[in-house]
């Protein structure tokens, strides 16, 4: 059975570094592509981007100047840092696995088929 | 950015009655469409990917249909464990994008 499970810090203040890692346990860690999504509290999904085993990256256009995913294949271990935070980055956050499809113009994600529980993260002063 | 667009944006249903969700992509997604479900304190769960097919684990009611640009999720016969919020979400380009969500609700 495939499982994540994610930690860091809850509570940060103004300007200051988001750091989540997720940990998967079960299942292959080369053949799919780990992402980061985050829903504000009462609102919608927001995808905020995925790597793949190789460390290839792909970051949604909004955060791009400000997040950085990388991939421990050692660990089966993937992280999320998000800087300059301000309050508009208060959100549930979660990581998910998305397996890897071919495509005719390559590799790609595409459905996100296992979660973790997410972990909440308010940016306060 | 691909716009994803649902609606409605509530969707009052009686139990055993059957829900009809829309999701209109602002450019043609082929069938790259995934839907999921969301309880309340819960992660999302996937319940249809390509559009149409059917995880094994998930229950024959729910059912997906549509390609390029218009897209549905239809629950049968809604059981009470079905009131929840639902999303789609394209996978056709990135950034991949997320519909604002359809919460279906007991009338």
């Given at each position: 059975q495939v499982q994540l499970q994610q930690w860091g810090a809850g509570l940060l203040t103004p300007s200051e570094t988001l750091s989540l890692t997720c940990a998967v346990y079960g299942?292959?860690?080369?053949d799919y592509y780990w992402t980061w999504i985050r829903q504000p509290p009462g609102k919608g999904l927001e995808w905020i981007g995925e790597i793949n085993h190789s460390g290839s990256a792909n970051y949604h256009p909004s955060l791009k100047s400000r997040v950085t995913i990388s991939i421990d294949t050692s660990k089966n271990q993937f992280s999320l840092k998000l800087s300059?935070?301000?309050?508009?980055?208060t959100a549930l956050y979660y990581c998910a696995r998305s397996p890897r499809l071919i495509t005719s113009s390559g590799a790609a994600s595409y459905k996100l088929d296992y979660w973790s529980q997410g972990s909440l993260v308010t940016v306060s002063s | 950015e691909i716009v994803m667009t649902q609606s409605p944006a509530t969707l009052s249903v009686s139990p055993g009655e059957t829900a009809t969700l829309t999701c209109r992509s602002s450019q043609s997604i082929r069938s790259n469409l995934a839907w999921y479900q969301q309880k309340p304190g819960q992660a999302p769960r996937l319940l249809?990917?390509?559009?149409s097919t059917r995880p094994?684990?998930?229950?024959?009611?729910f059912s997906g249909s549509g390609s390029g640009t218009e897209f549905t999720l239809t629950i049968s016969?809604?059981?009470?464990?079905?009131?929840a919020v639902y999303y789609c979400h394209q996978?056709?380009?990135?950034?991949r994008t997320f519909g604002q969500g359809t919460k279906v609700e007991v009338k």
């Amino acid at each position: 059975q495939v499982q994540l499970q994610q930690w860091g810090a809850g509570l940060l203040t103004p300007s200051e570094t988001l750091s989540l890692t997720c940990a998967v346990y079960g299942g292959s860690f080369s053949d799919y592509y780990w992402t980061w999504i985050r829903q504000p509290p009462g609102k919608g999904l927001e995808w905020i981007g995925e790597i793949n085993h190789s460390g290839s990256a792909n970051y949604h256009p909004s955060l791009k100047s400000r997040v950085t995913i990388s991939i421990d294949t050692s660990k089966n271990q993937f992280s999320l840092k998000l800087s300059s935070l301000t309050a508009a980055d208060t959100a549930l956050y979660y990581c998910a696995r998305s397996p890897r499809l071919i495509t005719s113009s390559g590799a790609a994600s595409y459905k996100l088929d296992y979660w973790s529980q997410g972990s909440l993260v308010t940016v306060s002063s | 950015e691909i716009v994803m667009t649902q609606s409605p944006a509530t969707l009052s249903v009686s139990p055993g009655e059957t829900a009809t969700l829309t999701c209109r992509s602002s450019q043609s997604i082929r069938s790259n469409l995934a839907w999921y479900q969301q309880k309340p304190g819960q992660a999302p769960r996937l319940l249809i990917f390509g559009a149409s097919t059917r995880p094994t684990t998930i229950p024959t009611r729910f059912s997906g249909s549509g390609s390029g640009t218009e897209f549905t999720l239809t629950i049968s016969s809604l059981q009470s464990e079905d009131f929840a919020v639902y999303y789609c979400h394209q996978y056709n380009d990135w950034p991949r994008t997320f519909g604002q969500g359809t919460k279906v609700e007991v009338k």
